[in-house]
């Protein structure tokens, strides 16, 4: 069982509208969370980090929150742009040793 | 200002060739990983390697694999008598300083990746 869990797997919503992807984890002890988009054909860039005592990090139009009482993330993304359809990917550190990765949420914005 | 570069970017071979995937860093970065992307699936860890040293290689497979990071040059990234399994996209990052042990704002940077294909 993967220890990063994120939902959904693929969210389709309009342009102009907002989405929120989930991250769930279950690794400890815990470090810092990342959320990363990644293009199709691209590699993966960082979004927004967050340690143990950040409740909420904003890039833009992206707003990460965290919850690490009940290991929660969510990236929140408003006014949805074409150019946001990518994979957004959460990866969690554990300890000084180790990151987890999160299968992404493939998301897709339509005109 | 380049940044992490990666080539080929695609890459066929039969059944039993051999894959070699090189990676340039960003200017002034000692520390490589190297990550694998089956599709529809996250990146999994194979590798990390600082200057001439390989620092974690438990995600990497016992055999077939290789990987290293001479002194001068990119870091390469072997896989010999390649199989159909083998074929996904191959990601390297770099960084600074070790992204393990070391602050939470100490960051990678990723490549555009090689898709290998396995015919």
């Known amino acids: 069982k993967n220890q990063v869990e994120q939902s959904p797997q693929s969210l389709i919503i309009l342009e102009g509208k907002n989405c929120t992807l989930q991250?769930?984890?279950?690794?400890?002890?815990?470090?810092?969370l990342r959320w990363y988009k990644q293009d199709t054909g691209r590699g993966p860039v960082s979004l927004t980090i967050?340690?143990?005592?950040?409740n909420t990090k904003s890039n833009g139009r992206y707003t990460a929150t965290l919850d690490a009482d009940t290991k929660q993330s969510s990236l929140h993304i408003t006014a949805s742009q074409l150019s946001d359809s990518a994979s957004y990917i959460c990866?969690?550190?554990?300890?000084?040793?180790?990151?987890?990765f999160g299968a992404g949420t493939r998301l897709t914005v339509k005109p | 200002n380049a940044g992490v570069m990666q080539n080929p970017r695609h890459l066929v071979r039969r059944r039993g060739q051999e894959a070699r995937l090189r990676c340039s860093p960003v200017k002034g970065h000692s520390h490589v990983y190297w990550y694998r992307q089956l599709p529809e699936e996250g990146l999994k860890f194979m590798v990390y390697l600082q200057k001439e040293n390989i620092i974690d290689e438990s995600g990497m497979p016992k055999e077939r694999f290789s990987a290293e990071f001479p002194k001068e040059g990119p870091s390469i990234l072997r896989i010999q008598q390649v199989v159909r399994g083998d074929s996904a996209a191959y990601f390297c990052a770099s960084s600074p300083r070790a992204i393990r042990g070391g602050g939470p704002y100490n960051e990678q940077f990723f490549g555009p990746g090689t898709r290998l294909t396995v015919l």
């Open positions: 967050m340690t143990f005592s950040e």
């Open positions: 990866v969690v550190s554990v300890g000084n040793n180790d990151m987890r």
């Open positions: 991250c769930n984890y279950t690794v400890s002890p815990f470090s810092n």
